[in-house]
C-alpha cells in the first residue's frame, strides 16, 4: 500500500483516544498514549501499560507505514501455533470507523495479528476480547 495516508496521525490519534477510553483503559495509559506516543499493551490479560519493546515498536512501525493505520492498543497472547501481538489499529479510512465502533461495543475488533514465531501467518482479522479485573484486554477468539 503504502502510498499517502488520507487521515492525518493527529485525527487518527483523536480517534485512538476515544476508543481507548470507551475501552475503559486507564486514563493515565491514554495521556501517555496521546503526549508521548507509548502503546498500551497486554500480556495474557496482565495490564502492563507500556511493555512494548524495539521489536514490537519496529514492527508496529513497519505495519503503520506499509498500511497508513495508526496502532492504539497492543494484545500479546500466546499460542499453539505461536505468540501472538493482535494490533487494534485506527484504519485510514473514515467510513469503517463507525463499524469498528460497533464491533468494540460487542467485544471484537478488526486487528493485524502479529505471529512472533511464524510472521508468513501474520494477518488482519476480527479477535473477541474480554477485559480483566485490572481493565487489561485479553484475546478471547
Known sequence: ???????????KQREAAKR??????KEEAIQNFLENDLIPISFHGVDTLYGLNKGS???????????N???????FTPTGVGNMESYLFV?????????D???LDD???MTWTENLDHPEWSEFGS????KTRSGALRRTG
Open 1 to 11: 500500500m503504502n502510498e499517502k495516508a488520507k487521515v492525518g496521525r493527529d485525527v
Open 20 to 25: 481507548l477510553a470507551k475501552l475503559e483503559v
Open 57 to 67: 515498536m519496529d514492527r508496529i512501525k513497519t505495519f503503520e507505514d506499509k498500511y
Open 69 to 75: 493505520g495508526l496502532v492504539y492498543y497492543v494484545i
Open 91 to 99: 484504519s485510514d479510512y473514515e467510513e469503517e470507523w463507525e463499524m
Open 101 to 103: 465502533w460497533n464491533d
Open 107 to 109: 467485544s471484537y475488533a
Open 127 to 130: 479477535i473477541s476480547f474480554s
